[in-house]
């Protein structure tokens, strides 16, 4: 795999983009409680969801690969909710400024730098763990997504682009 430096701009814009998205899921909840409803055959509610991404974002992007203290507290991404969309958010926001902030200052070398430890199952480099740690974001928001429009009877989110992305990681 070739790093190069559209790595370290197109990886932020994208982590920044579905995770501006996943606050609006959250919002589009009408009420605290329904986030941490579930469905037959769903057992995490979308908060647990939401909680489970910022551990795990924390842990493998800010802690790992940005030095940034985090103890992170799996069980408790799991657990019954008492989390507000307020807070939700604001954890989001915390973590989407995070990812790209550490993403953004990932060198060519660093992406093809070895992942200190195994976290899919092989070796990887901490670039091929980017690319699995998007695609466990992507697989959740639409988890969160099915969750919320059968719950709330709901429809489509009128999402944020990733020119409202590449916007913000400009003026950061």
Same mark, same amino acid.
């Given at each position: 795999?070739?790093?190069?430096?559209?790595?370290?701009?197109?990886?932020?814009?994208?982590?920044?983009?579905?995770?501006?998205?996943?606050?609006?899921?959250?919002?589009?909840?009408?009420?605290?409680?329904?986030?941490?409803?579930?469905?037959? %055959?769903?057992?995490?509610?979308? =908060?647990? @969801?939401?909680?489970? +991404?910022? #551990?795990? /974002?924390?842990?493998?992007? $800010?802690?790992?690969?940005?030095?940034?203290?985090?103890?992170?507290?799996?069980?408790?991404?799991?657990?019954?909710?008492?989390?507000?969309?307020?807070?939700?958010?604001?954890?989001?926001?915390?973590?989407?400024?995070?990812?790209?902030?550490?993403?953004?200052?990932?060198?060519?070398?660093?992406?093809?730098?070895?992942?200190?430890?195994?976290?899919? %199952?092989?070796?990887?480099?901490? =670039?091929? @763990?980017?690319?699995? +740690?998007? #695609?466990? /974001?992507?697989?959740?928001? $639409?988890?969160?997504?099915?969750?919320?429009?059968?719950?709330?009877?709901?429809?489509?989110?009128?999402?944020?682009?990733?020119?409202?992305?590449?916007?913000?990681?400009?003026?950061?």
């Amino acid at each position: 795999m070739k790093a190069s430096m559209s790595s370290s701009t197109e990886l932020p814009e994208l982590f920044h983009r579905d995770l501006t998205r996943l606050m609006q899921e959250i919002e589009a909840f009408p009420d605290d409680a329904i986030v941490w409803a579930t469905l037959p %055959g769903m057992t995490n509610s979308a =908060g647990n @969801l939401a909680l489970h +991404l910022e #551990g795990n /974002l924390r842990e493998y992007i $800010g802690r790992q690969m940005g030095a940034v203290a985090y103890q992170r507290d799996r069980p408790r991404e799991f657990a019954p909710g008492d989390v507000s969309r307020a807070e939700l958010r604001q954890r989001i926001t915390e973590v989407r400024d995070l990812v790209c902030r550490v993403v953004a200052g990932l060198t060519a070398e660093q992406i093809l730098a070895p992942f200190p430890e195994i976290v899919i %199952g092989v070796p990887t480099t901490n =670039g091929q @763990l980017l690319a699995a +740690l998007y #695609g466990h /974001l992507s697989y959740h928001m $639409g988890q969160i997504d099915a969750l919320r429009r059968i719950l709330t009877q709901g429809t489509a989110v009128d999402f944020a682009g990733l020119a409202t992305a590449r916007a913000a990681i400009a003026a950061a």
